[in-house]
């Protein structure tokens, strides 16, 4: 597909650093030698798999501006593995009780999309092992706002939801409807927040001027969802 492979991952591995220092796929994924394959429906590996910098928010003028910086420093290959898997980075700025306030999400993806018959490649914004990606904040101040919020999603089986999804949309006698729909319901219950992080905002801070800091990711596009709820439950 597009002159890749759809599962990559032992080259990937084989390129990194992690099979120089011989560190196999077993020593990540079954520690202490438990005959437990761990990944991606697993909070703690999926900390342990990138790990997110976060910027100090800077209040510019009406808005407040700040960047998160992923890196993959614990994936002995792409992060995420395979077409399956969405991940989901955001920032927004919440309320004294934490809450998420409307309007000042900001979402960036980092997945490999494929379509749902995987004969084409939509985009690929992994990371390799030890490359990493800045995303960008710049939003209008939200009166209620006193902290900003950063965060890792991952949806495992967005894959799948995106793949049950186009079956339904295929009419109202789709066979097999309500099998679909509840895998559906299934799939998008399985999304979890893996790393979560909150900074106070600032006082004013004179002279600074709204800027808007460049998405840096290898060469790549990163697919923004703005002022958009993510699926599933918040
Ligand atoms: C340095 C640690 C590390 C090494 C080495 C490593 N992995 Fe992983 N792997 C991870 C982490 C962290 C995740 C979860 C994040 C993700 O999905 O990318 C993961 C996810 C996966 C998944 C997805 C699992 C799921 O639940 O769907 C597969 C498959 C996988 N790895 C295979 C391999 C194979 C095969 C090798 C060896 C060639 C390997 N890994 C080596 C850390 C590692």
Redesign the pocket.
């Known amino acids: 597909m597009n002159g890749k492979y759809l599962e990559n ?2 080259e990937e ?2 390129a990194s650093r ?1 099979a120089k220092e011989g ?3 077993q ?3 079954m520690p202490d030698r438990r005959h437990l ?6 909070e703690p ?2 900390r ?2 990138v790990t997110m910098r976060a910027s100090d928010p800077v209040r510019a003028g009406p808005a407040i501006q700040a960047s998160l910086e992923v890196r993959n420093t ?9 077409v ?2 969405k991940v989901i980075a955001e920032i927004f700025q919440s309320d004294r009780a934490g809450k998420m306030l409307r309007g000042t999400l900001r979402q960036y993806v980092i997945a490999r999309v494929v379509s749902a018959d995987l004969s084409t490649e939509i985009s690929d914004t992994r990371l390799a092992p030890d490359e990493a990606a800045t995303f960008d904040y710049l939003e209008t101040i939200h009166p209620n706002a006193v902290s900003l919020t950063y965060r890792m999603r991952v949806e ?1 089986d967005a894959f799948y939801a995106g793949l049950f999804e186009s079956l339904l949309a295929g009419g109202p006698a789709v066979r097999g409807e309500k099998m679909i729909r509840t895998a559906l319901a299934a799939s998008l219950r399985s999304g979890f927040t893996f790393n979560e992080e909150r900074r106070p905002l600032p006082g004013q801070e004179a002279g600074i001027q709204p800027r808007r800091v460049t998405v840096v990711g290898a060469d790549r596009q990163y697919s923004q969802i703005k002022g958009h709820s993510p699926r599933g439950k918040e």
């Not at 394959?37 to 697993?42: E, F, I, L, S």
């Not at 614990?74 to 395979?82: L, V």
């Open positions: 991952t032992y591995w084989k992690y560190r196999a796929c020593s990540c994924h394959w761990r990944g991606v429906h697993d590996t999926m342990g798999g614990g994936t002995g290959h792409r992060f995420p593995t395979y399956t898997p495992p």
